[in-house]
C-alpha cells in the first residue's frame, strides 16, 4: 500500500471518529429521548388495539380483492388463467463453452453467457441479459382472447436450477410447460450439446387445437433484446451491429442503421430462413425448421451509452401451424457464438455471411485466399503478429511479379525523359494534342507501355481492400496482443486524453495509434519514392499535394480501426521499400536504354486489330 493510500485510510477514520463523538447524545438529551419513548409505547398499545378490530374487516376486504383479481385473470387469459400467476425461476443449461439461462416466465432466453470470451475488460462476455429480453408467441383463442406466452409461467419438468453437461454426456435437455390444464399445454425443450454453439429448441402444442381460434394457420413468435457491447470502441462495434437474414433459398441481407438515422423497420414479404442479431465479433441466431412468414424486423439505437447498450433489435414473424394431430412440433434452432467463418460455414446455411468479406472480387480473395492462409499459419504459430508478418511476405510475393512490372516499367519512362524533354521543347505548349501524340509515338517505338506502371498496382487495390474487411472483423485477431498493442481487433493507442476536442474526438478520437503513425509515415515514403521513380510524368498542379494528403486523411479514418490492419499495411509499405530499393540496385537503366534504343530501330509490329482496321480503311477507298 502507498503512502497516499495510508493517508487517506486515516483521515477516513478520524472523520468517522469526530462524526460519532460528535452525534453522541448527552445526559439531557437520554432524559428526554426516554420520555418520548414512553409516550410512543402508550400510543401503539391504544394502536394494536384498533388493529386487532380491523383485522377481520381486512382480510375480509383482500379476499374480495383476490376473487376480482382471479376473475379479470380468467377473463384475459381463459384457460392459461392459473399461468397468470407465478414467481419467476432463472434455470441454467451450460455446456463448457456456453452457459443459457430461462426465465419461468415466458421461458425464453434470459441470457446467454460464452465462457471462452472475456469482454475488453475481463469480465463475463454476456450476449443479452435481463428483462429487456422477451421471447414469445402470440394467438388468438376460441373466445377471441389474445395469449402472450411471454407474459405466462411455465412449470419445468426439471428440479435442479442447473444443468451441466460433462464430457461423458452426449446431450442434456431442459422441459418447461404452460398448462391450460393436465391434458392441454405448451412445452419448450432445449437441447444442448458438449462443446456446442448450437442449442435445439422445440415447441409441443400438446391438445392446444381445441383451445386457438379455428382459422388459425399461424402463430406470432416475438423476440427482442438489446445487445451489450463487448469491445474496448463502443463506437467502431456499433458500425458492424445490425439484424442480418437470410431469405429462404435466397441471398443473405441486413438491417442496420446509420449516424442519420436512429432506427428502421423493415417487412419482408419473402419467407426467411433465419434471423440473427449480430454483433462485430458475435451474433444471436434463430434459425427456423420451416421459414418464418411476413417477418417484420425493427432495429433502434439505444442512446443511453453509460450502460453500454449497443441497439435494441425486435423480430415478429409468422410460424406455420397445421395440426393433423393432437400433438404438433415446432422445430427451430438457436446459435449464440462467436463470428467464426470455419464453425458458421460447417452449419450449410449461409451462416458465414455474418462475418463480413467484402463483395464481388474482395470476398472471393478473402475466402480463397486470406482465410486459408491465414488458417494454415494459425495451426502452427500462435503469435498473431508472426501470422501477420508471414501472411503479409506471402502475398507481397504472390505479386511479386506486377510489382517488378510497374517499378521496371516506370524506369523504362524514367531512362526516356531527356527524349521526351526534347519532345517538349520541339512542340509548343499550345499543340498539346500533338505533342501527346509525339511522346505516345516514342513510347510505341520503344516498346513501352505508358499504362505498365499504373494497372500492376491497380491489380493490388483488391487484396488492400480485402485486408481492410478481414482484419477488423476477424475474431481470431480479438484480444491477441502483440509488441505494444494489447488486442489487435481494437486500436494500439500510446497517447490518449479524456478531454472532447472538435472535429478531433469525433473523427480522429482521443487517442493516437501507433501502428496507425508509422503506416502513415512509410505511405509518405512510399509515394516519395514512386514520385521519384516515375519523374518522366508530368503532374498537374495541386496534384503532389494531394497525393501527400492522402495519407493524412487515411490516418484519421483507421486510427479507430483495427490494430492488425494498420499493421499489415504498415508491414507492406516497409517490404515495398525494400523491394524498391533492391530493383533501384539490380536495374541497369544505361543497359535499359541501350535496349529502349535499339527497339526503336525494329520494325513497329502491328496487333492484328490495328491491321484489321487498316485493311477495312483500304477497302473503303482511304489511303494513309
Known sequence: MDRNSVIGLILIAAILIVFSIWNTPNQKALEEARRKADSIALAQQNQAKKQVADTQSFKNSTDQVKAKDSIQSFDQYAEFAKAAKDTSRIISIENDVLKLEISTKGGGPYSVELKKYKTFDKKPLILFYGDSTVFGFNFYTRSNRVINTAELFFKPLENSNKILLSEADTAKSLHLRLHADANRYIEYIYTLRPGSYKVDFKVRLVGIDSLLAPSTTQLDLVWATCLRAQEKEVVNENTYTDITYKFNQEDVEKLEINGKTDEKTENLRNRVKWIAYKQQFFSSVLVGEQPFE??????????????????????????????????????????????????????????????????????????????????????????????????????????????????????????????IDQINERIPAEKAMERQQAIMALYKRAGVNPLGGCLPMLLQFPVLIAMFYFFPTSIELRQQSFLWAKDLSSYDAIISWNAHIPLITEYFGNHISLFNLLMTITTIITMRMNNQSNASQQTLPGMQTMMYMMPIIFMFVLNKYSSGLTYYYFLANVITIIQNEIFKRSIDENKLLQQLNENKKKPVKKSSFQARLEEAARKRGYKR
Open 294 to 419: 411476413n417477418a417484420t424486423l425493427h432495429i433502434r439505437s439505444v442512446k443511453d451509452t453509460s450502460l453500454r447498450l449497443l441497439k435494441y433489435m425486435k423480430t415478429e414473424a409468422g410460424v406455420a401451424y397445421s395440426p393433423v394431430q393432437k400433438t404438433e412440433q415446432l422445430g427451430f434452432w438457436f446459435y449464440f457464438g462467436p463470428n467464426h467463418y470455419q464453425t458458421l460455414r460447417k452449419f450449410n446455411l449461409d451462416l458465414e455471411e455474418l462475418v463480413r468479406l467484402g463483395g464481388s472480387i474482395v470476398k472471393f480473395i478473402n475466402r480463397f485466399l486470406i482465410i486459408p492462409v491465414f488458417n494454415f499459419l494459425s495451426k502452427f504459430i500462435s503469435n498473431y503478429g508472426i501470422i501477420i508478418l508471414l501472411l503479409t511476405i506471402f502475398i507481397k510475393l504472390l505479386i511479386f511479379p506486377l510489382t517488378y512490372k510497374s517499378y521496371l516499367s516506370m524506369a523504362k519512362m524514367r531512362v526516356l525523359k531527356p527524349q
